[in-house]
């Protein structure tokens, strides 16, 4: 069986990729890591890797199949461009880039050096969301008609440690660093949006960027929903996502990545016939949906496209309509206007 050679760039966050690869669990082999921090040259010892503080010297020297891009957003496109250039498809972590033009880039770069672009939405991995897409799609319960999303997780202040998260000209912000996944989530069960009102909240940490958002919705498809995001408030329910349809409604949990106590049930509702509303029996069917490394699906998959020529799960041209709608909600936090995308 062929098998890819591959390395990562940015092991800040890159090293749970590297790892996953060092430990055999894909179609490749760990060829090389490379950051500009020295002290993660003991990680590479650990993984039994080469290491580089110079990526394009790793890129001249290892000659990769596929590299994973895992550094700040506002560097992804220079290095992906680079990493093609030298014949490497890329895997950019998300957002796919900080602006459209960057993103473009990216887009351009691939066509011209005939090279495949997988960006980092993990989400698309995950059982439970793929399973709500197949029972919204299959029509079972009805006119699909609005959602509620909400992503909280408080984060500690170490997570604040590096500048780009404070500054909005970095990519800062909880809406950037964590609420590309559900702006990504809500496209892909819902298509795209049409327009967004969103308000901003930074009283707990008191950053440039906002730590809290509040989001009103509306497809173009006319599905209107709700988000709500905050990374210094808690979590008081297993269930992120809550998807409502004419004959029945879903509740679920979005990611793998954040697991916890019955992280993932997965549950379908409805009310029961009757002319009286309080009278009417509540049908909820509970499955419980085994818990997977949602990041290391991605991986495989990124295996599958470097030796298969398999279409990435999130183009290049899916994750840049998903930072534009990222990026329309930062618009209207900031300037109190709806946005029209």
């Known amino acids: ?81 680079e990493c093609m250039k030298n014949g490497a498809d890329v895997m950019v972590e998300k957002p796919i880039a900080l602006t459209s033009e960057e993103a473009d ?19 698309r991995f995950d059982p439970s969301v793929r399973k709500a897409k197949e029972r919204l799609e299959s029509g079972e319960l009805g006119k699909v008609i609005g959602f509620h999303v909400y992503g909280t997780l408080p984060k500690p202040e170490w997570y604040f440690a590096q500048d780009y998260k404070k500054l909005r000209s970095a990519g800062g912000g909880t809406v950037a660093n964590n609420g590309i996944h559900d702006a990504d989530r ?21 950053f440039e960027v906002e730590d809290t958002a509040a989001v009103a919705i509306r497809c173009k ?36 990545f954040y697991a916890q106590k019955s992280f993932h049930t997965y549950q379908e509702g409805s009310l029961g016939e009757g002319f009286d509303y309080w009278q009417r029996e509540h049908i909820i069917k509970t499955e419980k949906i085994q818990l997977q490394d949602n990041h290391g699906k991605e991986v495989e998959h990124f295996c599958d496209v470097i030796l298969d020529g398999a279409e990435p799960v999130t183009t290049a041209e899916e994750g840049k309509k998903s930072m534009e709608f990222m990026n329309a909600i930062i618009e209207s936090m900031d300037t109190g206007k709806v946005i029209y995308l």
Request: net charge positive; charged share 20%; hydrophobic share 35%.
């Open 1 to 81: 069986m062929s098998t890819a050679k591959l390395a990562v760039i940015g092991l800040n966050f890159g090293k749970k990729h590297a790892a996953y690869i060092a430990e055999g669990n894909v179609r490749g082999t760990l060829a090389a890591v490379a950051d500009l921090d020295p002290k993660y040259e003991e990680l590479a010892q650990k993984l039994g890797t080469v290491f580089y503080t110079d990526y394009k010297k790793m890129l001249e020297e290892i000659r990769p199949d596929g590299v994973i891009i895992a550094v700040p957003p506002k560097l992804h496109t220079p290095f992906a461009i």
């Open 105 to 123: 880039q990216m887009i351009r770069a691939s066509a011209q050096y005939g090279k495949q672009i997988l960006v980092g939405q993990h989400h």
């Open 186 to 206: 809500i496209r892909y069960i819902f298509g795209d949006v049409e327009s967004v009102y969103a308000m901003k909240g930074n009283r707990c940490r008191g």
């Open 221 to 256: 498809n006319g599905v209107v929903g709700t988000y709500y995001i905050s990374d210094c408030s808690h979590p008081l329910s297993e269930y992120s996502d809550c998807y409502f349809a004419e004959k029945g409604s879903i509740r679920l949990c979005s990611s793998s």
